[in-house]
């Protein structure tokens, strides 16, 4: 089936530093890719949908300058939380959904990385 | 727009029992649906999906659930629990064609009891 990566799986950092979280589909190419937050014990909200080449459309609520998304190929697309709070400490998932002519998924089914833990000290 | 609604935030039950999850959709149009189990720590694994074709899904794992467009449910079913069923469970709807997103339930916890 189709694989999607991140890494790291869990990063520690300072307040006030910024951390990168990339997110690849291993075996086939994803012309879009979702970044999901979830906090302990609840769902997923959605922050982000990345189209390769073009600019990432956000979420209402979801801030443009501190969550930093770049889709510059085919198979990666990373998020970069700047200026890292206590409060951006979360879990965040990625996800890749494949062209509906790949053959390899169904139409709207993604599929989901592992997560990154994030921990904001 | 749409949404979903799990009905109950957690669920409990003994191993060798039946499942119930029980899923509320909403939306303007025949949608996608469906089940993702996530362990803990865990990312998101696919269950089963509803995309229009048979209206009882048969997913991974024992699971099933049933699209009941009159009810506007999708609950998700298992006859017999297993320790390792012990997850939290999302339903999970998506839109029509040209619409990407997806929107998650609340969630529900099910424990398995000994």
């Known amino acids: 089936g189709a694989v999607v990566s991140q890494h790291p799986s869990w990063v520690i950092c300072k307040s006030g530093t910024s951390v990168k979280i990339e997110c690849r589909s291993l075996?086939?190419?994803?012309?879009?890719m979702f970044w999901y937050r979830q906090f302990p014990k609840q769902s997923l909200m959605l922050m982000a949908t990345?189209?390769?080449?073009?600019?990432?459309?956000?979420e209402q609520g979801v801030e443009k300058d501190k969550f930093l998304i770049n889709h510059a190929s085919l198979t990666l697309s990373t998020l970069t939380v700047t200026s890292a709070h206590p409060e951006d400490s979360s879990f965040y998932i990625c996800?890749?959904?494949?062209?509906?002519?790949?053959?390899?998924?169904?139409?709207?089914?993604?599929?989901f990385g592992p997560g990154t833990r994030l921990t904001v000290l | 727009a749409q949404s979903v609604t799990q009905l109950d935030s957690h669920v409990s039950v003994s191993e060798g029992t039946p499942v119930l999850l029980r899923c509320n959709y909403s939306?303007?149009?025949?949608?996608?649906l469906f089940w993702y189990v996530q362990h803990p720590n865990k990312g998101l694994q696919l269950l089963l999906k509803y995309t229009s074709a048979a209206t009882l899904v048969k997913g991974i794992n024992g699971f099933e659930a049933e699209f009941k467009k009159s009810e506007t449910s999708f609950h998700l079913t298992k006859p017999s629990a297993h320790m390792s069923d012990a997850a939290e469970y999302f339903c999970?709807?998506?839109?029509?064609?040209?619409?990407?997103?997806?929107?998650f339930g609340q969630g529900t916890r099910l424990t398995i009891n000994p």
């Open positions: 999970v709807v998506g839109g029509i064609q040209g619409a990407q997103k997806l929107v």
């Open positions: 996800s890749a959904r494949a062209p509906p002519t790949s053959g390899r998924a169904s139409y709207n089914e993604q599929f």
């Open positions: 939306s303007s149009y025949s949608p996608s």
């Open positions: 990345s189209n390769e080449g073009s600019k990432a459309t956000y």
């Open positions: 075996d086939f190419q994803a012309t879009t």
